[in-house]
Structures are given as C-alpha cells and as structure tokens.
C-alpha cells in the first residue's frame, strides 16, 4: 500500500482501510547454520528484520555441528575457544581442523570457519528477535554432528591433566578413550558421534542447556524448546565402546547397541523436561528401524507420551522416505515440514557451473518454494534429485497420504539456511533471497486455488498462471523493496533468456520489471549498456545480464546468430 520509493514531497499516508487476514501456519520459520561458516551479529539481526518483515515467526538458530561451536558456555570456555576456530594444527588441542575452505589461519577475521559469540552478543540477539515477534529455537546438535564438542572436550581434558587436576578432568568427557567403534558419517567424520553411555555426557549437556535458560531469561526472550539435532548417526557408533558395553550389561532394557539412540533421547528429554522445555529434533529422533539393515523407518510410538517437535527434512524422491513427514504426523507427533527438495536455500538455483550450491537433493530456485504443497506433496513433486520426470504410478504408490488428524499436527513449514558455501553476508543474502518470498507465501497465505485441483494438466495451467503473477509482483515490486529494505538485500538475480532468431535478439526475464541490458562489442554488460526494450534486429554475438536498481547484474548470458 505504501509506494517502495516515495517521490519529493510524499507523505506516506495511506486512506483509511480495513484489513481482516490470519496466518495459513502458525510456525512460519527460517533456520540458520553458523557453525559450517560464521555469520556476525550484524548478519543474523538484518537477517532477522527481513524474516520478520515478511510475517516469519520462528528463527531456528543451528548453533553447533561437526565444524564450529558458536554458543558461549561460560562454565566450558574450551567450546569456543577450541570448537570454535578452524586453521591448521596437528593435534586440534587449540583448534579445529579447517573445513569448507576456511583455510590455515585460525583468526576470524581472515576466516569464515572461526568465530563464536559473546554473551552480550547472544542477548542482543534474542532482545532483537523478540521485539520482531521471533521466537528462536536454539539447536545443539547431539548425538551426531558433534565432533566441535568432542574435540573441545577433549583439549579441556589435557589442559586439566596437565595441570594436575586429575579429578577434574573427565567430568565433561563426549568420548571414551577406550572406544574402538569403526563409522563414518555422511560427511565423511570417524570421530563426531557422542558416547551416549558416559555420565559425563549428561553432565555436559544439563550445563549447556543450563546456560541456554539462563542466556534467553537474561533477554527476557520466550523459549519454548531447545533442538538437540539427533540426525545423521551413522551405522557402528558405540559398537566398540567399553563404556556402553558397561551399560548394556547393567541395565536389563538394554538388548545392544541398537537400543541407545532411545535411550539417549529419553534421558535428554528428561532434562529438558525438568526446565520447562519440549524436545525438538530432526525426524530421526523419533524413528525406528525395520529388519535388519537399519534402512527402513518407521515412527516409535514409544515416545508419544513425550513433548516431541519433530522437524521433517528427508523427502528425497528415490530415497524411499517421501512420506515420512505425513507418516509421523498420522502417528501422532507435531510436525515441522523442512522438505530439502523444496525448502533448502543452500540447494543451488540452477545446473550451470558457475552457480554455487549444492545439488544432492535436487535444485532449489525461487519457484521451489513457491510451488511447494505443504498437506499434499505429492502435487509438487514433478522430477527426481536427477531431474528426470517422476511416474506418479510408481513414485506415489503406497505412499502415505495425511488423515485429519495429520492434517491438524503439521504446524508450520520452515526454509533451510545450511552454511557450507555461504561465506559471508552477501553469500547468505543470496542463497535465502528470493527463496524466502516464496516460503512467506506459502507459510501465510491460503492454500491456493491451482493446489486443489486433481486433474494434472489442469492444475499445472493454473499453476503457471498464478506464477506468472507472483513472478511479476516479484520482479516490480517486491525486489526494488528488497534493493532498499535494511540497507539493501544482496538477492540473486536471475540471469535473462535469449536468443538471436531470424537475426532478432530476443530476450526476457525471470521476473518482469528488471532491466535487461546488452552488448555487442565483447565487453561485458554494464548498467549503462543498451536497455533492451523489444527485438532488436542484430547478428553475431551479444552479451547480456539482468540488472537490478542499484546496477547490480545477474550472469552474464551469451547468445550469438547461426552461421
């Protein structure tokens, strides 16, 4: 209602109007790793003002993982000080090894893998969240992806030792010195699983959510849960652990290793409890297997009776879990839908070689969300993590479908801001922008008219039509907002269409309303090079990019005429 850019002498009044709407959700979040990279203060707040500007309500801060410690423990300085810098070391007694390029130099001011907040920062933090009307959901990721808190642990254990303080020294341990367990976790680690049968670990997790009450009660900040992870635990952890072999002999419900995830979550769920706080986590916290090969899942209804929030990311086609969200839900358990093949913003936005990003789930460019069906997947679901078409009778057969009462337990759906490429503000910015408009759209408005309509051909017409109009309301509204909006958002812009037929350059682009410009003497596109603003009658070779207001351009696209 109000114009993006007001002209001289605008007041910015708006006539008098009524607005009657209520959210399709009432979770509507954003998560953010730092921990693969760091992101500052600075980053995070602005980040927070654009997801609070577009109704999102829940920030879901992934604050540790296998490279970077980032949550200040002030009982346990080592991880920060240790878990939280990468650089070169033999031993990692002072630091982690580097990952994701950060390189050989532990300073974070040369290196995105190192860094960690300070108390003051985290408050600052909450206090800034809480008057957007943000919630955020802290996550300590256990008992997989913890190898920062393990080799902090671990260097805390020396430092003690060294020191003569014998007595001190293990009562925080994550590891046991005697374990000879053989795993890898997908990411490639042999040492980032915690020993679940360590009193030590319960020791070390009731001080960190300790000092997680005390930091949200310091910003007098709603916290409602804390997310301990629970994804990702490969095959073979504890099988060669004296402590767990210990355990299993003395405790008569423990059959063998198989049992200790449940058991690990039951224990961590208890300490939550006692706070006052429900226990999120990754689906895999509330599974189980099926025969022998540990592949199958099924929900563990033993854990009904508990206060878990389950976040849904395994919808890969192909893999064999599409309908795991849909399944958990119908069992009785609330659900978080974070679906990887529509709502990972680190997913690269398309296949070409200069486009950052991975692709292990598929491709994630700004229409994934947009087009994402949170109640009935299988709507959206058009081609495989390869791209090739999905066979509805084959892919959809025996799949899940949500009852009512499902229905009722999918709270919200949230997007995924994972850290692996994203090296600064202006990488975030691009990976989570224009991503997020689509994931605003879908977690407030209605379900649309296109989604619920059976016949495919049909829907997908109508579909189209209605992406039409949401990619022009992008293209001349809602990105000239974002080249303004808190300084300015550094979104990525899609490179334009082209092509020279019967010696006319024709071009257009993604979103109506940018400019499209264009040279034909070799030298790169600028934002004072030629606006196309219809076919022009040209031959040989052109170049040309999309621009946004500020002069920033997309991809260089290059076209040239048939010989």
């Not at 999102?56 to 992934?62: A, E, I």
């Not at 300073?107 to 009307?133: C, Q």
């Not at 991975?358 to 058009?382: H, M, Q």
């Amino acid at each position: 209602l109000l114009p993006i850019e007001p002209q001289p002498g605008e007041t910015g009044t708006l006539q008098e109007v009524l607005v009657e709407d209520v959210p399709r959700f009432g979770y509507r979040g954003l998560h953010l790793d730092v921990s693969r990279n760091f992101h500052s203060r600075e980053t995070v707040e602005k980040l927070l003002d654009l997801a609070a500007f577009y109704k999102l309500n829940r920030f879901h801060f992934h604050l540790t993982d296998d490279e970077g410690w980032r949550l200040p423990v002030a009982a346990l300085p080592e991880l920060t000080e240790v878990g939280g810098r990468r650089g070169h070391t033999l031993d990692e007694s002072d630091r982690l090894l580097p990952s994701f390029g950060s390189g050989p130099d532990p300073d974070p001011a040369v290196s995105h893998g190192s860094g960690a907040y300070t108390r003051d920062e985290i408050v600052a933090i909450l206090r800034h969240a809480t008057a957007l009307h943000l919630r955020v959901i802290p996550e300590v990721d256990v008992p997989g992806h913890a190898r920062a808190a393990i080799k902090a642990m671990a260097a805390r254990q020396t430092r003690l030792l060294a020191a003569g303080r014998e007595s001190e020294a293990a009562a925080f341990l994550l590891s046991d010195p005697e374990d000879r367990s053989e795993y890898r976790s997908v990411q490639g680690w042999d040492d980032n699983v915690i020993d679940v049968c360590l009193p030590s670990t319960y020791r070390f997790l009731e001080v960190v959510f300790d000092e997680i009450v005390g930091l949200w009660a310091a910003a007098e900040a709603p916290l409602e849960a804390i997310h301990v992870g629970g994804d990702e635990v490969p095959a073979g952890v504890w099988q060669g652990s004296a402590a767990c072999r210990r355990l299993i002999r003395e405790d008569a419900a423990l059959a063998g290793t198989a049992d200790l995830p449940a058991y690990f979550l039951r224990r961590v769920s208890d300490i939550l409890s006692e706070r006052g706080l429900a226990t999120a986590g990754w689906e895999e916290i509330a599974l189980t297997a099926v025969g022998g090969d540990g592949h199958a899942k099924r929900p563990n209804e033993a854990f009904l009776d508990r206060d878990l929030r389950l976040y849904v990311w395994n919808n890969v086609w192909g893999w064999g879990a599409e309908d795991l969200g849909y399944r958990l839900a119908n069992a009785g358990y609330p659900v978080i839908l974070a679906n990887a093949t529509n709502l990972y913003f680190d997913l690269a936005y398309d296949k070409h070689p200069d486009e950052p990003g991975y692709a292990w789930a598929g491709l994630v460019d700004t229409r994934k969300p947009w087009e994402f069906v949170p109640l009935d997947l299988f709507k959206c679901a058009r081609i495989d993590l390869m791209g090739n078409p999905i066979d509805p009778a084959t892919a959809f057969a025996g799949r899940a479908r949500l009852t009512a009462a499902g229905r009722e337990r999918v709270r919200g759906i949230q997007g995924q801001l994972w850290a692996e490429n994203s090296k600064g503000p202006a990488m975030l910015e691009y990976q989570a922008f224009p991503k997020l408009l689509g994931l605003a759209e879908r977690a407030w408005a209605a379900p649309p008219a296109w989604a619920r309509v059976e016949d495919t051909a049909e829907r997908q017409r109508q579909e189209a039509v209605a992406w039409n109009e949401f990619a022009n309301r992008l293209g001349r509204y809602e990105l000239p907002r974002l080249d303004r909006l808190h300084g300015g958002v550094q979104y990525r812009l899609p490179p334009p269409g082209a092509a020279i037929r019967d010696g006319l350059l024709m071009a257009n682009a993604a979103f109506p309303g940018l400019a499209i410009r264009y040279t034909t003497d070799g030298g790169e596109p600028t934002a004072s090079s030629t606006l196309y603003t219809g076919p022009v009658a040209l031959s040989g070779m052109v170049k040309l990019a999309t621009f946004d207001t500020r002069g920033r351009s997309s991809r260089v696209v290059t076209v040239a005429a048939a010989e």
